[in-house]
């Protein structure tokens, strides 16, 4: 750890609401379970201690930081991360409904960036509120479906966000859904602010559509190889195809890299069958992305973020 961060922990160690951990593993908090440590991690309980976290963040000197949510979508360097991994928790992590909030049958569902997609669905189905369903098989937080606009074949979390609520240096701001660029798998929230929480605006759940999330989770559970470690989906998919569709048409359904696996189940999984690491990941990665680009001409774009020393230091998104 350099001077910088050394500094850097006594700081943080010192706000109310922080815990700040050192050269914290990372791998038990992903869900692909891969990758080295963090040389500190700060977990966040409240929308406060985030805002001065980030503004500890930023001054005097810059440090690389990331956010970690569920553990999904995110491929932790063999490495480790060389810099402060943010983790939200507490206050940032829980689910309030108001009825009613935006008119007659139209409800406001606030929730905690750090908030899993899990027990955001269970709130909508406990209240019988409609439309939060679209996410339904999402495997990540709430600040990361919303910062890559994640979604299933039902619909994205545009289409039910009202606005959102980041954190930066300044303090916190509201922000509509509108004025973040939300499109497929992206959005245009800055680099330097941090989700804190997101509010969605839904109806009731009429009889049609009440029992419409246990489907989507039961299409989930035969589609998907969900009791093996992986990141979710690998690669977004291209316009008007599926690049699961692609992978297997190259026959990679099945290749191995070590001990991780294109899942025989859906192509865009990569399975971990127990010691997989980064530098298969990315074999694997690169080696579908050939394979798919020498048959068909379409370049996959990876939807997985990257935590860490792979070559070239980057600070991505919110997974």
Not at 172 to 183: H, K, M, R, S
Request: contains cysteine; aromatic residues 4%; glycine residues 12%.
């Amino acid at each position: 750890m350099n001077d910088r961060l050394d500094t850097l922990f006594v700081t943080l160690a010192a706000i109310p609401g922080l815990t700040v951990l050192r050269d914290e593993p990372l791998a038990p908090r992903t869900t692909w379970k891969i990758g080295g440590p963090a040389a500190l991690l700060v977990e966040v309980a409240s929308s406060d201690a985030l805002v001065a976290l980030v503004a500890a963040l930023a001054a005097p000197a810059p440090v690389r930081w990331a956010v970690l949510g569920n553990g999904s979508n995110v491929l932790v360097s063999d490495r480790g991360f060389d810099g402060v991994v943010l983790v939200l928790t507490g206050a940032l992590a829980e689910v309030s409904v108001q009825r009613d909030a935006f008119g007659p049958g139209r409800h406001a569902v606030q929730a905690g960036a750090g908030t899993s997609i899990t027990r955001l669905l269970r709130t909508a189905k406990d209240q019988s509120l409609g439309g939060l369903w679209v996410l339904g098989g999402v495997p990540g937080t709430v600040g990361g479906a919303v910062k890559m606009n994640a979604g299933t074949r039902w619909g994205e979390a545009k289409d039910v966000l009202h606005a959102v609520q980041l954190a930066t240096a300044h303090g916190l701001e509201t922000v509509p859904v509108d004025a973040l660029g939300l499109a497929y798998r992206h959005s245009d929230i800055a680099r330097d602010a941090v989700i804190a929480s997101a509010t969605f605006a839904v109806g009731d759940a009429d009889p049609d559509t009440r029992d419409e999330l246990d489907r989507v989770l039961a299409h989930r559970k035969a589609t998907q190889p969900l009791q093996l470690p992986s990141c979710g989906s690998v690669f977004a998919n291209p316009p008007g195809d599926s690049a699961g569709r692609l992978i297997e048409a190259v026959g990679l359904k099945g290749h191995r890299q070590g001990d991780l696996e294109v899942s025989p189940m859906h192509a865009n999984w990569i399975v971990n069958h127990g010691q997989g690491t980064a530098a298969d990941a990315l074999a694997l990665i690169d080696l579908i992305r050939e394979r798919v680009r020498a048959a068909f001409g379409v370049e996959l774009r990876p939807e997985v973020q990257r935590f860490g020393d792979f070559g070239t230091l980057t600070r991505e998104g919110t997974p």
